[in-house]
């Protein structure tokens, strides 16, 4: 567990000082840290309202209609955790597309449920409106049989 914690807290420092703009409001220019922050607000800070934050008004809405962040990654995302690493999937550049305002991540999730170490995959649809990146989608594992 507290290895989980450091790998975590270490990632967040890394990934803290990257995607910012340069007018210094902290608002991320990049995908990868929009999704990260994303999925980190739904499992790690079990929190709807800064999720929704980063995601479209459209996804935003379906994500409230669920009330809580683990009933929404239960039933929707269909991933459950105990405790969480995400990491953007950069095993090929292919993997992470981006054009114009639009782009598509993989995500890696690797965690705990219920003592078991669980790993599983989703590819992330994003928006950019206003400079600024939103999740839009959330796709099923790219590599699932």
């Given amino acids: 567990m507290k290895y989980l914690t450091v790998i975590l807290a270490c990632f967040t420092l890394l990934i803290s000082g990257c995607g910012k703009d340069n007018k210094g409001t902290g608002e991320s220019t990049t995908p990868g840290y929009t999704a990260t922050s994303y999925f980190d607000s ?24 669920y009330g809580t962040a683990k009933q929404f990654t239960r039933n929707l995302v269909n991933m459950q955790f105990d405790q969480v690493t995400i990491e953007l999937d950069m095993t090929n550049q292919s993997l992470r597309e981006q054009y114009g305002d639009s782009a598509k991540i993989n995500m890696v999730f690797t965690g705990i449920l219920r003592g078991e170490q669980v790993d599983d995959m989703r590819s992330v649809q994003l928006l950019r409106k206003k400079g600024k990146w939103y999740v839009d989608k959330i796709n099923p594992d790219p590599f699932a049989r």
């Fill in 42 to 65: 739904l499992y790690n800070q079990d929190n709807l309202e800064i999720a929704a934050k980063h995601a479209t008004p459209r996804l935003a809405r379906v994500m409230r209609s």
